[in-house]
């Protein structure tokens, strides 16, 4: 049986739990939830330490004036 409410997030339309869905409807909704967050997450450290690793990498070239 599908949710009675498909209340979602305002920024990523996450699946939000309603008190008036039944209760195994909503777990499976807040799996899906936990889920995408952790997607989400795992996205934006990899492209976290990518930069990361450009920065450093820059300062370390300035620093020793590669550039100039």
Do not use: K
Request: glycine residues 6%; hydrophobic residues 35%.
């Amino acid at each position: 049986m599908a949710a009675e409410h498909d209340d979602r997030t305002v920024n990523r339309a996450y699946p939000l739990p309603h008190p008036d869905n039944m209760m195994p409807d909503d777990a499976a909704r807040l799996r899906e939830s936990i889920s995408g967050i952790d997607t989400d997450i795992g996205e934006m450290d990899a492209t976290q330490q990518t930069m990361g690793g450009r920065i450093s990498r820059h300062l370390f070239e300035t620093e020793i004036q590669l550039w100039e």
